[in-house]
Every structure is written in C-alpha cells, then in structure tokens.
C-alpha cells in the first residue's frame, strides 16, 4: 500500500523484528465525537494518543475501528431515533494521521450518525488522507468490498461488517455499512462465501467484526462456532469489538480470534465491574504461513487522552487477560510491558 503524506509530521516506522513478520497493532473503537471531539478542538489533534506514538509507529499496520461519522454537517441520522450519535469534526481525522491509522473498519452502529451525507463525507475525507477503509459505502456493492493492503510482500484483505444497526444496511442505491444477521443462514452464507473468494486472492484475510452486545461477560458460543466456520473458510485473523472492553484471544492453528479489543479513545463513563478505562492495544505477528505471534499493550483512557497503563493497573488488566483466554483456550505470559498471549498445551 502506498502511504499518504500526513498533514503534519509523525515519528518515522521502526521495525520490530519477530520472525521478520508484518506487525499488524489492532486497536479497538475509536470514538472522535462529543466530549473527544471538544478536547480536540481545544487542545490538538495529537493530544488523545500522543503518548502511545511510539508503540503505533513502531507496527508496519494500524488498524483501528472507526466509531463515529466524521463531517462538517452538524445532523443526526435521519431515521428511527438513537440513544447516542458520535460526530466529529473533520480535523478529527488528523488524530488518524498523527497516530499512523493505515486502516479504519466502518461496519459499526454510528457510521450514519450524521446521516447519509455525513457517511459519505466520512469516506471522502479518509480517502483525502490514504487511510483504507472497510464496511461501508455510498451503495451495498462499495459496503461489502474488502480493503486489499499490500506491506513487505504480504498481502492482505479486510472484510468488515456489523452485526447489529441493521437500518444502518447499505442498499443498492443507498449509503450503508455491511450488515450480517446471525439468525439468517443465508446472510452468514454470504459473509462465509466472501472469505473463500478473498482467500484465494491474498496471503491474509481479517475480517472485522462489530458484534456482542456491550458488557458481555463471556463469549457466547455462538460467536465462538462463526468465528471458526470464518477460519475454516480461510480466515487468518478475526478482529472482533463492540462490547466496550476486551475478550480473550483464541488460536486455531496458526490462525487468531481477538474476540474484543475494547476501546481506544472515548468520553464513555467507566463501568465499575468491566473497567472499560483499561484496555489493551494487540499486535500480531503475520507471515505467508499465518500469525507467528500475538502480544499486548496494557493501556489506560481518560477522558479523551489514551496513555500506558501505569505498574498499578497492569496487574489488574494481565490477571483479566489470562481469566478471559483461559476461557478460549490460551494463556498470558508477561514480557516486559508486553503481554504474550499463547495457546494453552
């Protein structure tokens, strides 16, 4: 893929040397509105993740789940009534830029916040900048194409799509983003059929998943038998989030399930039980015969501002880590600041 220039200035990408891998960093949601996009305004738009640069620019990919519309048009949907819209101004975008995002997943339940238009705006302005997307589109066939990345040979394709917001569907002539039903064979069908292709065509398929309900405790199992039909249809990585804080990571075979990456920057109040203020950046190791490993980075969020997470909260977010995959077949070792999250034998 061929990097856009940013609009300011960023670190140089150092390498990290595993295997001589891609390092792929996976971030959860990304919420630039409300009370984000008024620190953003105030401050700049290096402020929410100036602290985690160095982490960001250190991967050869940054993807991240883009939760909100990004549009000068200060509207709401126009259809049934929302809890919560998330709009961000337009300089929003340049958190993106600063940060590095090569890659923004749309397939969420706030890609039509500002309505049609401002969806429409959203894809301008990330195309403006270079930054991929998937998940949605000004029609059904835009929404349902996947990202093709191309970095040091391996080449990848992204499918995004959401599982819930289904008014939010694109349509042959109207905005959307992809929507899957998971009571509807013939939908799942769709998705499943659409990885076999993709498989054939790159060394890599992720798919992006916005699925779950928010708070769920445990994984219901029947995310747990999609995501291994996606992996027997040919998927090496499935990027899942939407719950608002991290699951475990299950390894099938040289394929990974992130079932939830939490969040990455928000306004959200914290919960006290699931502590959505300590999350987790994942990074992946990805070569030709699929990913060679999987660690992460304990982060903590504040109001707008995303930083390390300090030697009190990493305990707490290792010891949640480890509950969570054991529970899906795999374990946490610490290196460093690092967590290294393995199958268990």
């Not at 300090?310 to 070792?333: A, Y």
Request: aromatic share 8%; hydrophobic share 40%; charged share 20%.
């Amino acid at each position: 893929m061929q990097r856009g220039e940013p609009d300011m200035q960023k670190p140089g990408r150092e390498k990290l040397d595993t295997h001589k891998a891609v390092q792929l960093l996976f971030g959860g949601d990304v919420m630039l509105g409300r009370g984000v996009n008024d620190v953003i305004a105030r401050t700049s738009p290096t402020y929410p993740l100036e602290s985690l640069i160095s982490i960001a620019c250190a991967a050869d990919l940054f993807l991240v789940n883009l939760e909100c519309a990004i549009s000068h048009r200060d509207i709401r949907y126009s259809g049934q009534p929302k809890a919560f819209y998330f709009r961000a101004d337009p300089i929003a975008a340049e958190v993106l830029t600063f940060a590095g995002v090569d890659l923004v997943s749309l397939a969420n339940n706030h890609a039509l916040d500002a309505d049609y238009s401002g969806l429409v705006d959203t894809l301008r302005i990330l195309d403006e900048r270079r930054i991929s997307h998937a998940g949605a589109g000004e029609n059904i066939e835009a929404a349902n194409r996947p990202a093709l990345l191309e970095v040091k040979g391996l080449r990848l394709g992204v499918i995004a799509c959401s599982d819930h917001q289904q008014e939010f569907a694109a349509g042959v002539d109207r905005p959307g983003i992809r929507y899957v039903d998971l009571t509807d064979p013939k939908s799942i069908n769709g998705l499943i059929r659409d990885i076999e292709t993709l498989a054939h065509q790159v060394d890599q398929v992720i798919v992006s998943l916005h699925w779950m309900p928010n708070w769920v405790s445990h994984v219901p199992l029947i995310y747990r038998n999609l995501a291994r039909q996606m992996v027997e249809a040919g998927a090496g990585i499935i990027w899942g989030h939407s719950p608002h804080h991290f699951q475990g990571v299950e390894w099938i075979d040289r394929s990974v399930i992130l079932y939830s990456t939490g969040d990455l920057i928000d306004d959200y109040a914290t919960d006290a039980h699931f502590r959505n203020d300590r999350q987790l950046l994942f990074l992946l190791a990805v070569s030709q015969n699929g990913v060679e490993a999987v660690n992460a980075y304990p982060i903590e969020l504040e109001f707008a501002h995303t930083h390390a997470a300090d030697s009190i909260v990493q305990p707490w977010i290792m010891h949640r880590l480890d509950q969570m995959c054991h529970e899906v077949g795999s374990r946490v070792e610490q290196q460093g600041e690092w967590l290294k999250i393995i199958p268990m034998k």
